[in-house]
């Protein structure tokens, strides 16, 4: 995978850190973008140290003008984008929708969708002379309901499975792939400190899923792996579910 540059947003925690080392590893030449300065700062010394390439990029998917700086300075340092794994998001509020204010759904709206429109725009033109493949973090969410209090998320993510579908149409002739991960929960950092103020919640959502336990990063990393690889070069406008089984129900 020698010369090859992968783009990830949501890099500095999680799936995001974790595939930013695991392609570096690989020999990939990455760049990685969050708003956490510090922590990207050392995950990026992290892989160098190991022997890896990378560059951190403090940016915030949610402003049009950071991602195409972003995609500029990629550009700039290593001359061509080969993939992007747009992997920013998270739920920003719990509760009813009747409860919700407009506010708060905007903000899960702007952060989970619009984020990955403002991040493939400026990929996509990056990609457009020589092509690409552009990898979209969705979830069960985005294919099926969910009634926990998380409508907005839904919302978003829904959308990011039909960009996704849209966008791969209007590329296949450029040779540019756009493909989603349906994920399930998953044992990051961020979502277990959320998780263990409940006692017992982790064993109860395991328990809840098809295959007895909750999904870690190595479960997802060779998904993305696959997708960014020549050995997908068939594979557009899929919603690919890595999620145990969740939504095969």
């Known amino acids: 995978m020698s010369n090859k540059v992968m783009l990830i947003t949501g890099g500095t925690s999680g799936l995001g850190a974790a595939a930013a080392r695991s392609f570096a590893a690989d020999g990939y030449q990455v760049v990685f973008c969050g708003r956490r300065s510090a922590e990207g700062k050392a995950i990026e010394t992290s892989i160098r140290e190991a022997g890896g390439e990378a560059l951190y990029v403090q940016a915030d998917v949610t402003q049009e003008d950071q991602m195409e700086l972003l995609v500029q300075q990629t550009i700039e340092r290593y001359g061509r984008l080969d993939a992007a794994f747009n992997n920013a998001g998270a739920n920003l509020y719990f509760g009813p929708l009747e409860k919700m204010s407009s506010a708060q759904f905007m903000d899960n709206i702007q952060l989970n969708l619009t984020g990955v429109f403002n991040a493939m725009k400026y990929q996509i033109l990056a990609m457009q002379q020589n092509g690409g493949s552009i990898i979209n973090t969705a979830s069960t969410a985005g294919v099926k ?105």
């Open 145 to 249: 309901g969910v009634g926990q209090g998380i409508a907005a998320y839904v919302a978003a993510k829904h959308g990011v499975v039909g960009l996704t579908k849209a966008a791969a149409l209007e590329q296949a002739r450029n040779g540019i792939r756009v493909n989603a991960l349906i994920i399930s929960a998953m044992a990051t950092e961020q979502w277990l400190e959320k998780i263990d103020k409940t006692p017992g919640l982790y064993e109860k959502i395991a328990a809840g899923m098809p295959m007895g336990k909750v999904s870690r990063v190595e479960d997802i990393l060779p998904a993305v792996a696959f997708l960014a690889s020549d050995g997908a070069r068939f594979i557009t406008g899929a919603a690919i579910p890595v999620d145990g089984g969740v939504t095969a129900g």
